[in-house]
């Protein structure tokens, strides 16, 4: 648009210019005026405002030369073709001093006009860009805020506080402890950066905080049973694994039966790898309702991203031990031991 | 007096809720339940009031649950994150409350279903169950048993009066529910309703056979045929891309 409109102003400024100076009839100068600004026009435009932006430059000044330079030579080109290639056309010759007065005057209106545009695509270029940035902004501010929900666990949070409530008229020694379980729980979970390795016993305890809650929470039904060596001084795991694993094997267990769920954790470390081994009850009929299976996909893709391999979670069905319907379900999961982490 | 049963597969969930209602007059708690499936007996044996009903709970959610009881009495729906309110209100449940529950806003709920009761206009109908969420399964009901059937297993549903029977390869199962409903709750890549009173699931269709001039059934995979209506039969075309 803005093209558009400086070749028009330009084009009736030159054109009353010659006429104004007697030097030719409007209606041929026009014709002649309007072709030659299109086309020169448009790629004077192109060869600037490509290049030359004023908020990327560090200094004004130089963009401003070249904007001097461009609008000079495109002065010259104009009364040349003018001068020289239209000559026979036009009546009255210019004399050698009018030229460059024409020429002069020309560059100063097209390097003002220039300058304008220049200033122009300046602002609107500011505008686009605080537009984007807003929009980066926003989204970055989505994926904060997601993250965020992620680690307060919404569903969980809220459950605890409800059965901590039931706690405080019928066990208020209980409910203390589940309290502070729950804050040391979402402390954690909140202050866990996604670094590289954390210690493996961190994780460890971390993960009995959010046992030790779903045990209160639902009673009875929910039987852990573990098997963990003691020695773990020293050793490290990348964060957000296993929590996700453990709780996704106790949703799937919890959900998919109705009687007690019996969810097994087992930590070896082999040769070159921590094999944890998660296993939970499940209905062999069952046609899991939506949702499950996300903590699974979330973890292999994560063990993707850090180890770039598809094989370190791997998910397997046993038959139960009883004849009914109940089958288990076992995940286990490879962590790879980094060398710098062994002793 | 209401009558009011609590489902909720949390132990101290549920005692929360007694805990809270036993002051109230009005209410009296005729039985706690920790699952759907004790939830939908005890709803059948003392025909209670008013249930509370928690939504993700073992087998079948609170929302499955509530479509196998022919005559739901008044729900109000007590859950811990709200992602399911608006699903709630679709099913016109008398109130969305949150965990923690706060005892004025429990009040409040229960005030709303005594307005209700005194006035039958409000209460006549039984709740119309809508559930915008496609579902991967129906839960039917079969002498006291409950049955998930996965979507894979269903070959067809035919409208029977007020029910609809599902049909799988051994025997079909009857649910009271609309074929509208249905339509609207299966994934419409799967299954086609090509008829008035059928619904089939495509992955079963064998070939489309002309009976007679402009009339056309469906044979399936298991030799059954299942008829067709004009308007059905070009809407299978079309999703056969034939």
């Known amino acids: 648009m803005t093209v558009v409109f400086s070749i028009v102003v330009l084009a009736i400024l030159e054109i009353s210019l010659l006429v104004y100076m007697g030097f030719a009839d409007w209606k041929f100068t026009s014709m002649l005026m309007v072709q030659a600004n299109v086309v020169l026009y448009a790629l004077y435009v192109a060869s600037t405002q490509s290049n030359f932006s004023l908020l990327k430059s560090n200094s004004v000044i130089p963009v401003v030369a070249r904007q001097l330079i461009f609008a000079l030579l495109y002065t010259f080109i104009l009364i040349w073709i003018w001068e020289f290639l239209y000559r026979d056309k036009i009546q009255v010759r210019i004399p050698g001093s009018t030229f460059y007065l024409i020429l002069f005057i020309s560059w100063i209106l097209l390097s003002a006009l220039g300058i304008v545009h220049l200033l122009i695509s300046c602002i609107i270029e500011q505008e686009q860009r605080i537009l984007l940035e807003n929009g980066v902004q926003e989204l970055k501010n989505e994926a904060e805020l997601f993250k965020l929900r992620q680690q307060l666990h919404p569903h969980f949070l809220f459950n605890s506080l409800n059965s901590i409530n039931a706690l ?9 402890t589940m309290l502070m379980k729950l804050s040391a729980f979402l402390r954690q979970t909140i202050r866990k950066e996604d670094s590289r390795l954390v210690a493996l016993s961190a994780e460890l305890e971390e993960l009995d905080l959010y046992l030790d809650i779903e045990k209160v929470r ?47 954790i087992t930590l070896r470390a082999e040769d070159h790898f921590y094999k944890f081994e998660i296993s939970n009850p499940f209905d062999r009929n069952s046609v899991a309702p939506k949702g499950t299976g996300f903590g699974l996909s979330g973890v292999s893709r994560r063990l993707y991203l850090l180890y770039a391999r598809n094989d370190l979670l791997q998910l397997a069905k046993s038959p139960g031990k009883s004849n009914n319907d109940i089958d288990i379900y076992i995940a286990t999961l490879l962590i790879p031991i980094e060398k710098n982490t062994q002793n | 007096m209401l009558k009011c ?10 005692s929360l809720m007694r805990e809270m209602l036993e002051p109230l007059e009005m209410v009296q708690i005729v039985d706690e339940c920790a699952n759907g499936f004790e939830g939908l007996k005890s709803v059948q044996t003392h025909q209670p009031d008013l249930i509370f009903l928690d939504v993700q709970m073992p087998k079948i959610n609170g929302f499955e649950m509530l479509e196998l009881i022919e005559n739901p009495p008044s729900v109000i729906f007590v859950t811990a994150f709200d992602e399911y309110a608006v699903q709630a209100f679709d099913v016109n449940a008398i109130d969305y409350l949150l965990k923690p529950i706060e005892p004025s806003r429990l009040e409040k709920a229960i005030a709303k279903v005594q307005q209700g009761k005194s006035n039958p206009k409000q209460s006549g109908d039984a709740p119309h169950i809508m559930l915008p969420e496609q579902t991967q399964r129906v839960v039917v009901k079969e002498q006291g048993e409950i049955k998930i059937i996965p979507l894979d297993k269903i070959l067809f549903l035919e409208a029977a009066d007020d029910y609809v029977k599902v049909h799988t390869k051994e025997k079909y199962y009857l649910k009271y529910q609309t074929m509208a409903r249905f339509e609207q709750q299966l994934p419409a890549q799967q299954f086609v309703r090509i008829h008035r009173s059928y619904i089939v699931n495509v992955s079963f ?10 009339q056309y059934t469906v044979l399936l995979n298991n030799g059954q045929n299942v008829p067709v209506s004009k308007s059905g039969y070009a809407k299978l075309k079309t999703f056969l891309g034939i």
């Open chain 1, 168 to 176: 405080i008229g019928a066990d208020p020694k209980l409910a203390r």
């Open chain 1, 218 to 264: 639902f009673g009875d039904r929910l039987v852990i049973l573990k098997d963990i060596p003691a020695d773990l001084e020293g050793k490290e795991i990348p964060p957000f694994l296993l929590q996700p694993l453990v709780e996704n094997a106790i949703k799937f267990g919890l959900y998919d039966t109705l009687g007690e769920v019996v969810i097994a």
């Open chain 2, 5 to 14: 049963i609590i489902i909720d597969d949390e132990p101290l969930a549920r």
């Open chain 2, 205 to 214: 269709v064998n070939k489309i056979e002309l009976l007679e001039k402009e």
